[in-house]
Nanobody, 128 residues
Framework: QLQVVESGGGSVQPGGSRRLSCAAS????????IGWFRQAPGKEREGVSC????????NYADSVKGRFTISRDNAKNTVYLQMNSLNSEDTAVYYC?????????????????????WGKGTLVTVSP
């Protein structure tokens, strides 16, 4: 079964850190770009970060620049999102999505449409 699965969510205090993982199964992530998205209660889903297939290109939403870092380990078929200096506005369900090809996440975030595989999400709650 081809899928991506997120993990690493949970509760964290303001100012804390969390690392999310997006693991692919059934296909080789080497040829796929990965995007992280999030949806807060009552808000639309928004793009957070993305990384192209080689890892040479990364992009971030303005709201997370300087705090979040995306990386990938193709040998482990996994993409990570390191989140630091978390605040209450980062509370959301975080999703990863995969799109095949070499032309994605070159000059900006991935759109939320046209992606091949979506995970079911992992909840991150930032509260005292």
């Amino acid at each position: 079964q081809l899928q991506v699965v997120e993990s690493g969510g949970g509760s964290v205090q303001p100012g804390g850190s969390r690392r999310l993982s997006c693991a692919a199964s059934g296909f080789n992530l080497e040829y796929w770009a990965i995007g992280w998205f999030r949806q807060a209660p009552g808000k639309e889903r928004e793009g957070v970060s993305c990384i192209n297939n080689s890892g040479e290109n990364t992009n971030y939403a303005d709201s997370v620049k300087g705090r979040f870092t995306i990386s990938r380990d193709n040998a482990k078929n996994t993409v990570y999102l390191q989140m630091n200096s978390l605040n209450s506005e980062d509370t959301a369900v975080y999703y990863c999505a995969a799109v095949y090809g070499f032309r994605h996440c070159i000059s900006g975030l991935l759109p939320s449409y046209g992606l091949d595989y979506w995970g079911k999400g992992t909840l991150v709650t930032v509260s005292p």
